[in-house]
């Protein structure tokens, strides 16, 4: 029993047997202890988390990387493809692969210009660029690119038609050059070059025109004069 003084006098207070005014020194480092268990635990599992999100980003910089490299590189190929006959066929392409002729600053010397022959084809995650020199049949160079995506090649061309009329009463209009729309296809084997490469990885698609191309020429039937 605590005895209590009051105004009147003295009052009897009684309290429950067991409850005590504060902690005890053991019990204020148990807590202590416990919370600082609790918040190491949860830095650990933040950083954690930091790490996975870093290493998450750094992965997709690369591979957005790589693949920016891979593109660029088939992109500057067929941007300098040639009708080099040096190759019995200057360009073939298939669904996965592409072979094509161009022309090459110092694979051999400093100051040489001469024809290659470039071979793409696919590799395990990504593809190979390899590098012939003419008339040879093991690669001077070889490289590889990643990819987490097959690559798929398409092989564009049009028809030029142009209308042929009596030049004498021709209006600037009828002799106008009428393009027809460019028609893709899977493989290419002809002699002359495609007029454009469509190269397609996932949603990414990229259509590279070939400056030294040109539309198949097909002269239309001559106009009767009236």
Known sequence: MRIEHSANGIVPACRP????????????LIASAIAVL????????????FRVFASVRNASNRTLAERHLLFETLEADLAAAAPIYTHPIPFQGEK???SLMRLRSGYRTAHSIRPVRVLWIPANGGMERMLFAPGEEEPFRTERFSCSEPIRFEYGTRTEQEKTVDPA????????????????QESWAKKELPMAVRLTCGETILEVSLYLSRPERVAGAKEAKP
């Open 96 to 98: 996965d692969s592409l």
């Open 38 to 49: 609790v918040v190491a635990a949860g830095l650990a599992t933040l950083s954690s988390g």
């Open 169 to 184: 009463v021709a209006t600037a209009e009828e002799e106008e050059r009428i393009v027809s729309p460019m028609v893709w």
């Open 17 to 28: 047997h067991g409850v005590r005014d504060a902690f005890t020194l053991l019990e204020v």
